[in-house]
């Protein structure tokens, strides 16, 4: 909400040295928060005068354009020029080149004159053009940024306006006022008014208010009130039981000039509160709405067709809006329709087909209170978002539809020359709020601030509120524009927010001893830190899946059938359904859209729960509040809870490192997906088994099935060519996922650092020659065992078939490293470990050195 600082002081006691800023910080004072500063002058700055023109030639010039040579007093006749800067004539005449037409001699106009500074930075200064030189600018309004014409300049008559040359047209144009811009948060509907800030400034300071919808005098109170334009109210099919419209004002205004131009002092404050300027009968409108919070519309009475009836649409019913799109709308719509059908979308926007225009005289004023959910939910639907539904949504105050009426209406009368025809219709009843009972000691208790009830009371009767005395407790009757009081609770933050903030105490909470990290919170956060360190960025994404993704990513096999997977009722987006089975899609986005903006070496992880459903989803009723419900209905809402067991996934592509002069960048494969899922489990301290394995969205002889305990618990490798494609993956990407919950919860409880032996180790290499389809871990694991407890580490860097090796089997060379805690290890002692790793490789597996 932009808030012009002219447009304030009429309504509180703000200084008239006050800045935007000073504004903003008593406004932070009372929760409101800051966003920005609108003010003119720091990109417009003069001189900027009106001037008179005296003289207009018309010069043709060899490009087929024709300028105007001409000559414009910037004084007063028969006055003296003060203004010394260079390029201004003492005369007070200067001559201009100016390439619009569209005014005469004697006009008056805008004259940026050397000196002067437009926005954009664009310096005006005299400048030798078309044979002359041009000493200033005859501006048009987006020169001035005031406005988006620029057919032309601007001419003063055409805003109403006769004055004398030499005037400061800044300030006749309301260019030195500014606004401060707030944040409205949505329980504040009421702040989307000067109204409702001067309010908040008064509570702030402690400053007079002067109410401006208390100085309107309605005409339903004139004894020449008559009967306005008939309007019904109709809802068979109210959301939640609430009437979408419980209140309809008309007020009708004859004989108003549609061509009557909008006031400089108004224009200006519609633009500085960041609206565009329309035409009369729009921008006092927009004026009101500004003004008091309460929309409202202006019907040509002419273009009605019979009375007015506000109900929900017919299926299938069409409305042409203001924004000349054709809208089809949904039965749960509340629309404002004539005999002919729907001229609007109630609270959203008006319809075309009754618009002000150019030839309108008599105009039907409207002014409505509207149920917030229907109108939401409206603008949502058609993605039609307004100044009117933004007000709507968060809540109006229901007894300003007839004050605003009127206000609209007068305002047409004085600037528009229209009659007001007293003929007024108030359909329906103000729904206003109900009383809350609020307990002495509830705002103590809250928020740990001894309150007097003196300033409980008096804090209350200054926001509105109507109180009670009711033994021990008060009855409190919020006022009309504030349905976001509807809860005790709320009272108290109302009682905290304006005796202050600063005054509720901070005491940090003392942790009673012998907590912390639970052994599982400890060895996730060491998973996720290592991962880090391994140059591994972290990622989260969203936990809602397509069922496609899911089943293709969490079911190894393709089944042909989608896998069990927990829906959402309420999707926030229908093409993601379902809750997660899997951390995969999620993370392969994350790793597209990192490619895609050009970082193709790219390292992610990420860790989330996903959730499986178990045989009971939900419980059948929820149980009361406020009791404890026993353990019996605990251990039922708990058995209802779907299975959520942590996951964490590793994705890659890319180079391992950057390619260098002379060293080629090692491709990232199936292997750095296999060794980011080691290294979690040696994170652990747990020992994964690595066999060949398959997945269906996997390459089908580069995908690795990790096991745990003899139980699958994740699968590491590239994707399936397919997948990449379809995915727009760079090509092999390689990914990995682990049941993480798993891992924790097999991992040992206590988890030691390795001593670090003060004695060198002995290395030996061995190579095998096995049947081609021995897994190399299995025989990596035959080794381990047979070479005994002074195998330090083993490792495979060899994998051989071909030539000498007769077909059907391979050849697989290890790297054995031996080492003793308490001594050197001799060269025998190696060589007799592994003549018994090799020993009993031979025995179980036929295994023959090479």
Known sequence: MRIPLSWIREYTQFPAEGTAEDLMAELVKVGLEEEDVHRPTDSLSGPIV????????????????????????????????????????????????????????????????????????????????????????????????????????????????????????????????????????????????????????????????????????????????????????????????????????????????????????????????????????????????????????????????????VRRAAAGEKLTTLDEKVRTLNPEDLVIADQSGPIGIAGVMGGARTEVDSTTSTVIVEAAHFDPISISRSKRRHKLPSEASKRFERGVDPLLPPLAAQRVVDLLVQLAGGTDSREVTDAGAPVLPESIRLDAVLPEKLTGVPYTQEQIRSTLEAIGAELRQDGEHLLVTPPSWRPDLTIPAALVEEIARLVGYDQIPSRLPVPPAGRGLTASQQRRRSVYAGMAAAGFTEVLSYPFYSEAANTRFGQAEDTGKPMPMLRLANPIASQHPALRTTVLPGLLEALRRNVSRGFTDVALFEAGSVFHP?????????????????????????????????????????????????????????????????????????????????????????????????????????????????????????????????????????????????????????????????????????????AGELLEDIELFDVYSGEHIEAGQKSLAFALRFRAEDRTLTAEEASEARAGAVALAQQRHGAVQR
């Open 50 to 309: 009106v001037g008179e023109v005296l003289e207009k030639i018309p010069e043709p010039q060899s490009n087929g354009k024709t300028i105007n040579w001409c000559q414009v007093r910037v004084v007063p006749a028969g006055t003296a020029q003060t203004l010394t800067h260079e390029g201004i004539d003492p005369s007070g005449v200067q001559g201009v080149v100016c390439g619009a037409h569209n005014f005469e001699v004697g006009d008056k106009v805008v004259v940026t004159l050397p000196g002067a500074v437009l926005p954009g930075d664009f310096r005006i200064a005299a400048r030798k053009t078309y044979g002359h030189v041009s000493a200033g600018m005859i501006a048009s309004v987006r020169e001035l940024g005031i406005g988006e014409d620029h057919d032309g300049i601007l001419v003063l008559s055409t805003l109403g306006l006769d004055p004398e040359p030499g005037t400061d047209a800044m300030e006749l144009l309301g260019l030195y006022d500014s606004a401060a811009e707030i944040n409205v948060t949505p329980d504040r509907g009421y702040a989307f008014s000067l109204r409702g800030i001067a309010r908040e400034y008064s509570h702030a300071t402690g400053t007079p208010f002067i109410d401006p919808a208390a100085q309107i005098n309605t005409a339903k109170n004139d004894d020449a009130a008559r009967p306005g334009h008939e309007v019904t109210l109709s809802d068979d099919t109210p959301i939640y039981g609430v009437q979408g419209c419980s209140r309809f004002v008309t007020h009708k205004v004859t004989g108003i000039d549609p061509a009557a131009p909008t006031p400089p002092w108004m224009a200006a404050r519609l633009r500085l509160a960041g609206m565009r300027t329309i035409s009369i009968a729009v921008d006092v409108s927009n004026y009101v709405m500004l003004e008091l919070g309460q929309p409202n519309h202006c019907y040509d009475a002419a273009k009605l067709d019979g009375g007015i009836e």
């Open 614 to 786: 178990q045989s009971q989803l939900g419980s059948p009723s929820i149980p009361d509040l406020g009791v404890y419900p026993g353990e019996e209905v605990l251990a039922g809402l708990d058995a209802g809870i779907p299975d959520q067991p942590l996951h964490i996934a590793a994705a890659l592509s890319g180079a391992e490192a950057a390619e260098l002069p002379g060293v080629p960048g090692r491709r990232r494969d199936w292997a750095d997906a296999v060794d980011a899922a080691q290294k979690v489990a040696d994170l652990l301290r747990v020992q994964l088994e690595v066999v060949q394995g398959r997945h269906q969205a996997f390459h089908p002889g580069r995908t690795a099935e990790l096991r745990f305990n003899g139980e699958r618990v994740g699968h590491a490798g590239e994707l399936h060519p397919k997948v990449i494609e379809e995915l727009d993956l760079p090509a092999r990407t390689a990914v990995m996922e682990l049941d993480l919950s798993a891992l924790i919860d097999g991992s040992p409880e206590q988890i030691s650092a390795e001593p670090i032996s003060t004695f060198p180790p002995t290395t030996q290499d061995v190579s095998l020659i096995v049947a081609g389809e021995l897994p190399a871990a299995q025989l990596e694991a035959t080794l381990v065992e047979g």
